[in-house]
T-cell receptor
Framework: AQSVTQLGSHVSVSEGALVLLRCNYS??????LFWYVQYPNQGLQLLLK??????LVKGINGFEAEFKKSETSFHLTKPSAHMSDAAEYFC????????????FGRGTSLIVHP | DADVTQTPRNRITKTGKRIMLECSQT?????MYWYRQDPGLGLRLIYY???????NKGEISDGYSVSRQAQAKFSLSLESAIPNQTALYFC???????????FGPGTRLTVT
């Protein structure tokens, strides 16, 4: 069975500050891990993903995430927040070699203050 | 044009009414999914289909049904809508390897 926990339903940062959104997962097999972003009144779009290989994954808009197997984590970071980063962020996990149907976390709303 | 489209984008309906939400895709993917999003609960899977002849229940299928009319079309029906089905509904597609999902813009459904 697979599950995802996103710590913090809301994260507030100032423009220019570091963004850190936390995601921990549970999976009985090597996982595929994803971060999606949802802007207001839009569907979800892929920000970045980890399947195999390099554990530090770079995505769009300056975001990156690191797969840490020992900590079962896949935290999302961005060195400097921009006002346009304000959105809902979802972490998701699927099990490699299985049905590949992802389980989504409950989401974290990123608020960026000027 | 968008790869995954949903109609309608917004719908208000009354308790007990039957309603259908439609999804079309031009990605050429075999796999299609229906999710509902509720504040604080994330996305929950309602139904999924791996091809035209394969339909499976998800986490919260009670009160819903689906039809896969073609590879590109997957519709969700509420046979008798109830207020707690008020939510944002998303259709998504993926390829066979399931590396990522592609989402439609969503349908905001309100049941009064």
């Amino acid at each position: 069975a697979q599950s995802v926990t996103q710590l913090g339903s809301h994260v507030s940062v100032s423009e220019g500050a570091l963004v850190l959104l936390r995601c921990n997962y549970s999976s009985s097999v090597p996982p595929y891990l994803f971060w999606y972003v949802q802007y207001p009144n839009q569907g979800l779009q892929l920000l970045l993903k980890y399947t195999t290989g390099a554990t530090l994954v770079k995505g769009i808009n300056g975001f990156e995430a690191e797969f840490k197997k020992s900590e079962t984590s896949f935290h999302l970071t961005k060195p400097s927040a921009h006002m346009s980063d304000a959105a809902e962020y979802f972490c998701a996990v699927s099990e490699s070699g299985g049905s590949y149907i992802p389980t989504f976390g409950r989401g974290t709303s990123l608020i960026v203050h000027p | 044009d968008a790869d995954v489209t949903q109609t309608p984008r917004n719908r208000i309906t009354k308790t007990g009414k039957r309603i259908m939400l439609e999804c079309s895709q031009t990605k050429g993917h075999d796999r299609m999914y229906w999710y509902r999003q509720d504040p604080g609960l994330g996305l929950r899977l309602i139904y999924y289909s791996f091809d035209v002849k394969d339909i499976n229940k998800g986490e919260i299928s009670d009160g819903y049904s689906v039809s896969r009319q073609a590879q590109a079309k997957f519709s969700l029906s509420l046979e008798s809508a109830i207020p707690n089905q008020t939510a944002l509904y998303f259709c998504a597609t993926s390829d066979f390897a399931g590396h990522e999902q592609y989402f439609g813009p969503g349908t905001r459904l309100t049941v009064t």
